[in-house]
């Protein structure tokens, strides 16, 4: 069964950088797109960051400039460098691979940024 494991979640001050990492454990055929999502406390979760398998990016404007997304296609893996982080930006991050035929989501990794 494949898994997506996340990692390089922490706490961190503002103005810091943090970069996640999510890696699925097995083969998954053909990844269309490979993203990160967030979910703060009461609030939805939403989407942070996508990259499709020919390198687009679309990013949510309150992350623009900050966060870069980027992916390894030969290792399944997604990336986000997040810079500049601010009080805001704390929440559970999950990341998101769209396959062939279904989507798998990671397990969450917990971003707090402190003033």
């Known amino acids: 069964q494949v898994q997506l494991v996340e990692s390089g979640g922490g706490l961190v001050q503002a103005g810091g950088s943090l970069r996640l990492s999510c890696v699925a454990s097995g083969s998954i055929f053909s990844i269309n797109v490979m993203g990160w999502y967030r979910q703060a406390p009461g609030k939805q979760r939403e989407l942070v960051a996508r990259?499709?398998?020919?390198?687009?990016?679309n990013y949510v404007d309150s992350v623009k400039g900050r966060f870069t997304i980027s992916r390894d296609n030969g290792k399944n893996t997604v990336y986000l460098q997040m810079n500049s982080l601010k009080r805001e930006d704390t929440a559970v991050y999950y990341c998101?691979?769209?396959?062939?035929?279904?989507?798998?989501w990671g397990q969450g990794t917990q971003v707090t940024v402190s003033s």
């Open positions: 998101h691979f769209q396959a062939v035929g279904r989507d798998y």
């Open positions: 990259i499709t398998s020919g390198g687009i990016t």
